[in-house]
Structures are given as structure tokens and as C-alpha cells.
């Protein structure tokens, strides 16, 4: 078992608050019990399966379909093809924002990618849908398929990641390499990744008339809505979401897709409730992935070791129908002070289903080789990899000049360290043994993340018998949504958590937003807090203007809300209940409602980030260059910790997944076909608990007062970042050997 | 297309279902094997046997001339048996290798034998051992070398109608003990790279008197090393007798060139094994705790 007590005292406790306590999970028992219901455990009366056949090939077109075959299979009821799909109110291609992506829900015969929907068979029973679609037996007009990044000609895309540009460049990053006097380059290569979360992408939908309930896991159900009603011709108000659980989403949940449009085709098409559940195959196509990089990395340095230059290139590759450009060079904006950066990016399109946000999108495969190459021009500099961090250390953001709204990561960097031990670490490669002869090595990374907000909304209500309620169709990917907001939602009506209902989970409740960016719980939380404010200001205008109040007139001074009672600020003793308020004013409840967003103001003067620093530790196989984590060790700042339980769970699951992407996780691609040849837990590796050390995940204390009003910044996505450069340069520590294709494969460090 | 299932409770019960079968049977034993290929449809037989409820199938017995191990017994039974860890921790620590808690739950040594996978763990430490496997059959019992089992990939010498009873272990010699290690990238759920078993048998001033070497994952079939037993034997396992057996072990290495390994690579791989193997064989038999892998 790891070990994963840390031993450090939660930071920010308030007193007496709900935020900063370190409550477990509220949904905890449902799930260790089974009693939580996913998506998929939802059997409406009357339900039946459907089951999608997906194509063999990744590019051409469907020529023929044995329906009849599928058709005779006792149990199937319908088989949905290109030929008799119904036609949607709107071109599943058509896309007028860019998070609106182009959907393959059998509106034509074509084959855009491996794996792609191309039939629907719907049954009585599930083994009956999957004969069904066993017997269809497609035949294809193939054409020549495009894979890898050399497949085609690269285009210099219009925007990257989530619309940003794809190239800036302050500074005069030539002739600051000509000005150096220790220059670097080399190139780093990623490999396409797959989501890959727990529970697959799964829908229950039932149709009445022209409304429509669906059970999904969503990250984003305002947008799903908004999705679903276009294409199929009915208002956003008409469809009811519910999405309490996800068994993970990573980005790859964040809009609802293709196969989950077909499973409410077909609910349609049969007049009665259809589940739909992806085989874990089907998820390497129609939901999304990251896209493989290759990076190249070019820096010089003063004879001090300080930057004169840095430079940060990706090529990577879309679908051919669609843009997601993985903006892995952006890496580069904001950790390393230099008098020049340029970051750019090209693509190409290959014959795959289109990528998609994954986990710490850009900032992954751009910080596993950000980090590479600062150790790398850390080593030509004769210098320690943490003082080269340190002497480069960014003071005001590099790419916009803005200060930081806060940044402890020299704190980071120094908890961390000592932490771990790093101070015994000897500079050059090949220095450290274990008794048993394997090599030791050590290796750091940094971390940083944006801290993000989108719009989210919240309610809230105080009711006359003292209690609480505050709601907001906010998603649990199990990153503990429920939890952490329900502390925010005692907090911001003051009142004790017990007595604080909680709603969320639904798309009647008021719209969250996406969960995503890392910033669900600093746009959700101001949301809430806004709701609470509002509600508490709503009743203390009630008590000031009675005059049977002790409050009465207590306008100019204010009140304090605590404990379920409102107190005079400029006399505390003074105060009066919630209950007792609203009891003599003769009403059952007050209402407020709150909104989180970011505050432009406050965007454009500053620059806002996460950050953090990771520490690890491996050990190599000299025989077999077989390498495994043994320690890591990761500080990390940022912001208010509303659950220091969960922060640390967030953490350790970002470190877990950049031992994956350093030594674990690829696609493997069949160049002839398209297809990927490893679409299965077994094939495609990640990190079983064995492969995983003893992690510590440190608070480091930060206050940010121009964040948002609670001062949040995002947890779930930084842990990644540092991680797999750290565990990168850990390896080179080790063996002497740089490898710069992950994941480090032992193939690749002996043939290095 | 059907598919039936039977449970017969005798030997001859099984016997005369397996021979008056028309189509294809298959044997079940844990089944974490078969179900996962007639899920993804790779085998589709019209009937399926299971074997679980034949008297003695399950379960150790421990006599005077050594084990008797069920052919369905599963591996947490294996891993819990104390004399048999004792007496050969080889097979203990390669059966309980074979996939998760759950999967030990259910995988047999006779299912990863019969299921004649060139990678299955169990298989290589079965052989080092000297185990016997009882087979039966229309023409009544016979005893078989593990060694002799398995013909080729997915292939076995078992004629229609024959399956594994038990598998017979001797009582092993004083001072004999023997180990298995194998080769995967991650460190848990990993299909074997290489393989490589190693028993010894050493006399009283600690020469090694008598050996078996057996690698798998390296050919179509485990290996009997002839060779690298020769390499040792008459050796306390010095530095000259490794190289000797490396050598020995990377000379009968044909293996393929797939995702999980380069043939150049799983030639390296079991050189190194077969050395660490034989040390922690060479230090179980003398009593010392084996501990160290390099
Ligand atoms: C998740 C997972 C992980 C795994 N990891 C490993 C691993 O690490 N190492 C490894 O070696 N294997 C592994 N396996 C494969 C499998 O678990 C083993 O091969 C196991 O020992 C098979 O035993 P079983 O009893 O389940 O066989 P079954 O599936 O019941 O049978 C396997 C084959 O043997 C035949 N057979 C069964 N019993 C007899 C008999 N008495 N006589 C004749 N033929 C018989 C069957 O007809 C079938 O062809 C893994 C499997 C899974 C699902």
C-alpha cells in the first residue's frame, strides 16, 4: 500500500468554518456501498439495450450492412443505420462555436476514423443487441489511411486549445540565442492518449412527447443541453439531465458526444427508454484524446545561467473534419523568466476521431517537455537543476509582464525539497545505488496550472425552521464536488453543515457550468458564496427594519452571519436567529442567487496560476532498464484549501497520472489501418497500485485576494504537470541515459 | 448456434461426455481464460465442460511421496498451502503471479498449462519441478512430464476426449529448493516478457548436485534448458558457472519481436533471469533468505 498520510496539518483551517475542514467524502458510503447510482444503473420500465457496430477502417465509406441478418436475431427490435437514421434538425457538422464539436451520428456512410459509429442495434436485451450488431458485417470502400505526424502537410492552425493563439513571441528569441553563451535544443515526443475513465460514456434516455429525461455522466450538462436540443429540434427547457455521479471524465465528458446523441436517436426512433453503454474499444474514437506532440525546445543562457532565450515549438495533429490543437507549447508562458519566449504550433490532420480536452490539455505533454529541457540546460550549465529554477525564477508573469495575484512557489520549491531530501542529491548521473545494485535517481519538475473560472450560478435559501438550502447543477466527477460544496454552502449562510441542505447533480438546478479547466470549484464555490451573501443580505434587511429586533438599525454597522444567528458587527452580543427573523416577519423562506465568474478587473492585472514543484525518485534496472517510481513527493500552492482530504486526493491522482504519462500510457497506432491496437486496460497501460510509490502531497500556505472572493485557485489538473518531467529527469539522474519519447519504455532507455 | 454447458461429477462421466461430443468442448477450470475468449469470440464451442465438480480436482494432498495438486485448484488455494510453499516455492510464487486477487480467486495450474500460452507463469516452475501431470481419458490414466504438455502456441498433446486429473509433485531431496521470476514492464497484471524457472537440489557442502532450467516466453513452448543445468550443476553457482548459465539460457531463446518485447531484448532478458533465479534458488536451499534480485 502507498503511503498517503501526509504528515503536515491541513492549511487554512478557518475556526469554526466549514471550509478548510478535512470532511469526507458525502457520497462516500453510496459508492463503497454500491447504493450510488451511475448513468448505466438506471432501468426505467420498459427499457431496451442498444448496442453500436463501429467501423473497422478509419477512412472511407459503409457499402453494405447485413440489416436483415441483424434483423432476424430474436430479441432485435430495430437496426439503425446511415440508410434509416432519422434526419437531425441540424447538421451534426455544423459548428458555430468552438466548443461545439462535429458529431458522427449516422446522418451519411461515411468513415471519418477507427471506430466510429456506423450502426445501432437495438434489442430486448443486451446480448441481443451485441449478436446484433455482431451480424451486420460491414462492407467498406477503404482509402489510403493518414497516421502520425509526418502523414501530411502541416498547417499553421488559426487557434489552439480552447481558442487561444497559436503563436506569441515577446522578446527577440534569435538574438538572444546569438546573445548566449550555453544553448540547448532538442525535441521531446508525446504519444496519443486515451481518457480512459473508469466508467464509460453511457446514456439512458426516455422520450415523452417532446421532452426527454437522459441519465448520462456530464461535466457540462447547461451545454449538453444546449447541444442535444439543436440537434434534435426542441428547446434546452425540454431535456432533463440527471448526472449525480461520474465515474471519471477527464475531459473526455465535458460535451456530451456522438454515441451518447444515438443512444436518444434511437430511444426516439423505438418509442420507448434506450440504454446505450460504450465497450471500453468504442472508447478510442467517437469521445476524444489527446493528440500526440512532438516538441522542440531551444534555450540559452548568460554565463550566470540565466535565460537570454527560450523557445517552445509543438506539432501535433487534429482530426481531418475537426480543430482541437493540443496547445502544448503554451507551457512555456509562465514559469521561466526570459527576455524572450516564442511559442508556436502547427498540426496536421490524420484519419482519428477529432482530440479533445484531456486532463491538464497543453499544460501536460508541454510541461513533460518544458521540464526535460530545463534540466538539460540546467546539466550544460554545470548547475543544480532547482537553483537553475530558482535563478530563473519568474517574478512578474514572463509572456504579459503582469504580476502574479499570488505565487508561492519558491515555497513550493523549498518545502518540497527538503522534504525530500534533495539537498544530498549529487549533480552528474550514475552516482546512486540501492543495496541490491539497482540505480537510484532523482529528478524535480515544476508545476503550473492557469486558475481559471468560467460562469456558474447558484440558490440559496434560508427557511424559518432554522435550516438551509443551497442548489447548483454542479458535477461530481469524483473529485468531491459534493463534498467541497456543501462546506462552501454552510459557510456562506453561516450556518453549521448539518443543517445546510445541499442539492446539485441535475439540469434543473441552476446552471454550474463545465467542470473543467480545473475550475469548477472556484467558479461554483463564488457562485454559492455570491448566493449566500445575497440571501443573508435579503434577511438581514428584514431583522434591521423591525423594531422588535435587537438588530434594528443596525444598518450602517452591518451584521455578521454565524452559527445561524446575526449578529451586530459593532456589538456582537447583540443577535438574533435566522429561525426567530423570519418567524416574526411571518415568512416560510427567503431566496437569494449568486453567479461565479472571473472579474475582468482583476484579469488584467494579474496573472493567475497555480503552481507547485514535484520530486521524485526512481530506481532503474541496470540489466533491463526497467524503471520504477519509488518516492514522490509534490508541494503545491494554491489558494484556499476548501478540503485539504480532497486537495491531497486531487494531487495524488495529477502525480499518479504523470507516472503514467511518464512511463506508462500510449496509443499504439496501426499505420496501415488507423485502428488502434491496444484499446483495452490490458493493453493499454496505466499504473496499477504496484507501480505506484509512496506519495506526499504538501499544502503550501497561499492567500489570494484577487483570485476570486474565497480565494480558490484549481487543484485537479496541476499534479500532473512537474510530474512527468520530474520522473523524466529522474531517469536521465539514474542511468545517464535521456530518453525524449515518452512514456521512457524500456526499449527506449536501452536503445538510447 | 447454442452453446451447453455440463458438469459432470465422475471421471468416466467427463470422459464419455468429452468423446461422444459432437463439435467443439472445451474444458473449464477457472475459466479466466476460456470465458475471456469466448467473450471476444475467439473460441466458440458448442459445449462447455466444466470440471469443478469431479471428486479431488480441487484441493492439495500432501503424503508420504510428496503433492498432489488438483487441476482446478486455484491459486489463492495454491498460495495458502504452507508445505507446498515450503517444498517448492517456485510454483507458489509463479501460480500466484498469474493475474489479480480475483483472478486468483479462480486460475488454475492445469488452465494456464492447457491453455498452452508460451508466457503462462505457472507453466516454467512446473517444469523445473519435475511435476507429472495425470491425464485422463477414454483409454484410461497416464502420466505425462508438464515438459510434454504443451506443443505450440494454443496447442496441447492431449488426444480427444483427455484431460488433466491432478498433477503429481515428488517429495523433494534435502537441501532442494527452486524459484521463478519473470520479466514485465509495470510492476503487477502484466503478461510475462520472459520467464525463467530454476530448482536445485545441493549436497551437504553446497555444491549443486542436481538442477532444471526452464524459460518461457522466449519460444512457441516453455524450454527445458538441458544446457544451463549442465552449466551449474557441480558448481556452488560462482561468477563462471552464471555466465555459463546465461550463455547456456540465451542459446536456446527463439522468440518473437512483438509490443511487449524485441527478440534481441527477451535474449538478454533470460539470460539475467535464469542467473537471478538460480541465485535465489541456490539461497532457498541453503536456507538463507532470498531477497536480493540482482
Ligand atoms: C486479468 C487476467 C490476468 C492474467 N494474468 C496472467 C498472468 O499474469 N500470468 C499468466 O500466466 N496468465 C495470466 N492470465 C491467464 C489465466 O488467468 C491463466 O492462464 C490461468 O491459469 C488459467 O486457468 P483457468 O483455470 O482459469 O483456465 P480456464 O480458462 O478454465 O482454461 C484455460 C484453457 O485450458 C483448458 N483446460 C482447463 N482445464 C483443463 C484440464 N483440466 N485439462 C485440460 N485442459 C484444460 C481449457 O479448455 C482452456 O483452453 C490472466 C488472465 C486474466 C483474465
Redesign the interface.
Known amino acids: 500500500m502507498p503511503d498517503t498520510n501526509s504528515p503536515q496539518a491541513p492549511a487554512h483551517i478557518r475556526m469554526g468554518s466549514s471550509i478548510g475542514q478535512p470532511a469526507t467524502r458525502r457520497e462516500g458510503v453510496q459508492k463503497a456501498t454500491g447504493a450510488a447510482r451511475f448513468a448505466a444503473d438506471n432501468h426505467p420500465p420498459g427499457m431496451v439495450h442498444a448496442v453500436m457496430a463501429v467501423s473497422s477502417i478509419s477512412r472511407g465509406r459503409v457499402v453494405s450492412l447485413d440489416v436483415a441478418a441483424a434483423k432476424a436475431h430474436p430479441g432485435v427490435i430495430e437496426v439503425i443505420t446511415s440508410e434509416n437514421a432519422p434526419k437531425l434538425a441540424q447538421d451534426p457538422d455544423a459548428k458555430d462555436n468552438p466548443f461545439m464539436f462535429r458529431l458522427d451520428v449516422l446522418q451519411n456512410d461515411r468513415v471519418r476514423y477507427a471506430n466510429q459509429p456506423i450502426a445501432v442495434v437495438v434489442a430486448d436485451t443486451l446480448e441481443a443487441a451485441t449478436e446484433g450488431a ?1 451480424l451486420l458485417r460491414p462492407k467498406y470502400e477503404t482509402e489510403a489511411t493518414r497516421m502520425g505526424l509526418d502523414s501530411a502537410d502541416s498547417f499553421v492552425p488559426p487557434a489552439v486549445g480552447a481558442g487561444g493563439p497559436a503563436g506569441e513571441s515577446p522578446g527577440d528569441v534569435e538574438a538572444g540565442m546569438a546573445a548566449a553563451s550555453v544553448r540547448m535544443e532538442a525535441t521531446y515526443d508525446t504519444p496519443a492518449q486515451y481518457h480512459n475513465a473508469m466508467e464509460p460514456h453511457a446514456i439512458v434516455a426516455a422520450w415523452d412527447g417532446d421532452t426527454l429525461s437522459i441519465d448520462t455522466p456530464s461535466q457540462g450538462m447547461a451545454m449538453a443541453q444546449g447541444r442535444i436540443a439543436g440537434l434534435f429540434g426542441i428547446p434546452p427547457g425540454n431535456i432533463h439531465i440527471r448526472s449525480p455521479f461520474l465515474g471519471g471524465g477527464f475531459g473526455s465528458k465535458g460535451l456530451v458526444k456522438g454515441p451518447q446523441m444515438l443512444g436518444i436517436m434511437a430511444a426516439r426512433l423505438v418509442g420507448r427508454p434506450v440504454k446505450l453503454v460504450l465497450r471500453r474499444e468504442q472508447m478510442y474514437g467517437p469521445v476524444g484524446h489527446r493528440a500526440a506532440t512532438r516538441q522542440t525546445l531551444r534555450m540559452g543562457t548568460d554565463g550566470n545561467g540565466a535565460l537570454t532565450a527560450l523557445s517552445h515549438h509543438a506539432k501535433t495533429a487534429t482530426s481531418t473534419f475537426d480543430d482541437f490543437i493540443e496547445p502544448a507549447a503554451n507551457a512555456s508562458h509562465a514559469l521561466y523568466a526570459s527576455p524572450a519566449i516564442a511559442t508556436s504550433h502547427e498540426a496536421v490532420r490524420i484519419d482519428t476521431g477529432t482530440p479533445l480536452f484531456m486532463r491538464a490539455p497543453g499544460e501536460a505533454p508541454g510541461s513533460a517537455a518544458l521540464e526535460s529541457a530545463i534540466d538539460e540546460m540546467a546539466l550544460a550549465c554545470g548547475m543544480d537543476p532547482l537553483a537553475f529554477r530558482l535563478k530563473n525564477y519568474a517574478e512578474t508573469e514572463p509572456m504579459s509582464g503582469k504580476p502574479f495575484s499570488s505565487k508561492a512557489l519558491r515555497q513550493c520549491y523549498q518545502q518540497g525539497a527538503e522534504r525530500f531530501g534533495w539537498a544530498g542529491r549529487p549533480q552528474a548521473a550514475r552516482q546512486m545505488r540501492d ?4 540505480l537510484v535517481g532523482w529528478g524535480m519538475g515544476t508545476a503550473v496550472f492557469p486558475a481559471l473560472m468560467f460562469q456558474g450560478h447558484a440558490r440559496a435559501v434560508l427557511r424559518r425552521d432554522g435550516t438551509g438550502l443551497v442548489e447548483t447543477g454542479a458535477h461530481d466527477m469524483g473529485q468531491g464536488a459534493w463534498t467541497a460544496f456543501a462546506q462552501i454552502a454552510a459557510d456562506a449562510l453561516g450556518l453549521d453543515a448539518e443543517r445546510t441542505e445541499f442539492h446539485s447533480g441535475t439540469s434543473d438546478l441552476p446552471d454550474a457550468g463545465i467542470a473543467g479547466g480545473s475550475a469548477h470549484t472556484a467558479t461554483v464555490g463564488a457562485a454559492i458564496d455570491g448566493a449566500g451573501a445575497d440571501v443573508i443580505a435579503k434577511l438581514a434587511e428584514l431583522a434591521m427594519a423591525d423594531q422588535r429586533s435587537p438588530l434594528f438599525g443596525a444598518g450602517n454597522a452591518g451584521v455578521i452571519a454565524r452559527g445561524g444567528r446575526l449578529h451586530r458587527r459593532d456589538d456582537e452580543g447583540r443577535s438574533e436567529s435566522y429561525a426567530d427573523i423570519l418567524a416574526r416577519a411571518g415568512v416560510a423562506e427567503i431566496e437569494g442567487s449568486g453567479t461565479g465568474a472571473a472579474d475582468p478587473a482583476a484579469q488584467s492585472a494579474y496573472a493567475m496560476h497555480a503552481h507547485g514543484a514535484v520530486f521524485a525518485e526512481v530506481k532503474v ?4 532498464g ?1 524503471v ?1 517510481v519509488t518516492r514522490l513527493v509534490g508541494a503545491f500552492a494554491a489558494g484556499t484549501i476548501v478540503n485539504p482530504r480532497l486537495v491531497r486526493s486531487q494531487y495524488y491522482g495529477g502525480m499518479i497520472w504523470g507516472v503514467s504519462f511518464a ?2 500510457e500510449h496509443a ?1 497506432m496501426d499505420r496501415r489501418t488507423g485502428r488502434p ?2 484499446p483495452n486496460l ?2 493499454y ?1 496505466v ?5 505506484v510509490p509512496s506519495i506526499e502531497a504538501i499544502l503550501v500556505e497561499e492567500r489570494d485576494v484577487h483570485v476570486n472572493a474565497l480565494g480558490i485557485k484549481g487543484v485537479g489538473e496541476i499534479g500532473i504537470t512537474g510530474t512527468a518531467g520530474a520522473i523524466a529527469n529522474a531517469v536521465w539522474h539514474a542511468t545517464g541515459v535521456r530518453v525524449r519519447r515518452f512514456p521512457i ?3 527506449r532507455l ?1 536503445d538510447a | 448456434m447454442s452453446l451447453s454447458y455440463a458438469s459432470p461429477t465422475t471421471v468416466n462421466e467427463a470422459v464419455a461426455l468429452l468423446t461422444g461430443a459432437t463439435g467443439l468442448t472445451k474444458i473449464l477450470s477457472g475459466g479466466t481464460d476460456l470465458l475471456v475468449q469466448l467473450r471476444s469470440g475467439r473460441v466458440k464451442p458448442d459445449i462447455i465442460m466444466d470440471t469443478k465438480k469431479i471428486p479431488g480436482i480441487l484441493g492439495i494432498i500432501e503424503t508420504e511421496a510428496g503433492f498432489v495438486i488438483g487441476a482446478a485448484t486455484p491459486g489463492a488455494v495454491i498460495g495458502e498451502h504452507a508445505g507446498l510453499a515450503a517444498a517448492y516455492p517456485g510454483i507458489v510464487e509463479a501460480a500466484n503471479l498469474i493475474g489479480s486477487t480475483q483472478v486468483q480467486g479462480r486460475a488454475s495450474l492445469a488452465g494456464n498449462l492447457c491453455n498452452a500460452s508460451p508466457a503462462a507463469d505457472s507453466v516454467p516452475a512446473m517444469i523445473t519441478a519435475g511435476a507429472i501431470a495425470i491425464v485422463v481419458g477414454p483409454n484410461g490414466q497416464r502420466a505425462v512430464p508438464v515438459e510434454q504438455i504443451v506443443i505450440g502456441p494454443g496447442r496441447t498433446s492431449l488426444a480427444r476426449g483427455e484431460f488433466i486429473l491432478e498433477f503429481k509433485l515428488p517429495k523433494p531431496a534435502a537441501r532442494s529448493s527452486g524459484a521463478y521470476l519473470r520479466f514485465i514492464p509495470r510492476t503487477e497484471m502484466d503478461i510475462a516478457v520472459v520467464g525463467a524457472a530454476v530448482n536445485v537440489t545441493l549436497d551437504a557442502a553446497g555444491v549443486i548436485t542436481h538442477a532444471r532450467v526452464s524459460l518461457g516466453a522466449v519460444a512457441p513452448t516453455q524450454l527445458l534448458v538441458v544446457d544451463g543445468a549442465n552449466a551449474i550443476i557441480g558448481s556452488k553457482l560462482d561468477d563462471a558457472a552464471l555466465a555459463k548459465l546465461d550463455a547456456a539460457a540465451r542459446a536456446v531463446c527463439n522468440p518473437i519481436d512483438d509490443k511487449r518485447g524485441t527478440i534481441d531484448f527477451r535474449i538478454k532478458v533470460a539470460g539475467v533471469l535464469a542467473r537471478r533465479a538460480a541465485a535465489i534458488a541456490v539461497q532457498r536451499a541453503l536456507g538463507q533468505a532470498a531477497g536480493t534480485k540482482h
Open positions: 455482431a543495496d541490491a545494485g539497482t534496472d541496470p540489466d533491463f526497467q520504477r512511463l506508462h499504439v491496437m491496444n490490458a493493453d497501460h499504473p496499477v497500485n504496484a507501480d519504455t524500456l526499449d536501452l
